[in-house]
């Protein structure tokens, strides 16, 4: 287990955090507005570090668990893929710097720049949109392909963005 995918907790924690994962936004706020009351700052601290953990651990077990399907269930050799683009939470943090500067109107159902899409919260798909931040024509929608498969327009997130950070090279672009 890596350092980021360490954690540990006990089945009440387990239990809590069931309960939260299965509520709205408000009860969510609430329950943990309750577990603070009960198990104090410190305990709250600890219940979110090890939830990081917790799903770091899961997004990597996705990960994994993707591979082994190409690998045994579609016959894909391991040396012809460096893995799948899967979100995971630093991926997600970058979506949020990313959807944060633009509009999302018009744009694609999975775009980068639209929160919470799977390119959104992908570390490789918000690093190469923040990289590809003051280039015009640099950030392709991957919606719209050719028969060949390669984009064939500008990614509308791309452009809304680079349109509203024109003339501002201050902004922070490199979200890893």
Do not use: W
């Amino acid at each position: 287990m890596s350092e980021v995918t360490e954690y540990s907790m006990t089945p009440e924690q387990a239990l809590f955090l069931s309960k939260v994962a299965q509520a709205h936004l408000q009860e969510r706020r609430a329950l943990f507005r309750s577990y603070a009351a009960t198990q104090g700052y410190e305990g709250l601290l600890d219940l979110f570090a090890q939830f990081v953990g917790m799903a770091n651990s899961v997004a990597e077990n996705c990960r994994e668990m993707t591979d082994l399907v190409l690998i045994t269930e579609m016959g894909m050799n391991p040396d012809k893929f460096d893995s799948i683009n899967l979100p995971t939470l630093h991926g997600a943090c970058q979506g949020v710097m990313l959807a944060a500067r633009c509009d999302p109107t018009g744009a694609c159902h999975g775009c980068a720049y639209r929160l919470g899409s799977i390119a959104n919260q992908s570390p490789m798909a918000t690093s190469e949109a923040a990289y590809m931040s003051f280039d015009k024509k640099g950030f392709m929608c991957h919606a719209e392909l050719d028969e060949a498969l390669i984009p064939t327009k500008v990614c509308v997130g791309h452009a809304r963005a680079f349109k509203a950070d024109a003339g501002n090279h201050d902004l922070p672009i490199d979200l890893c």
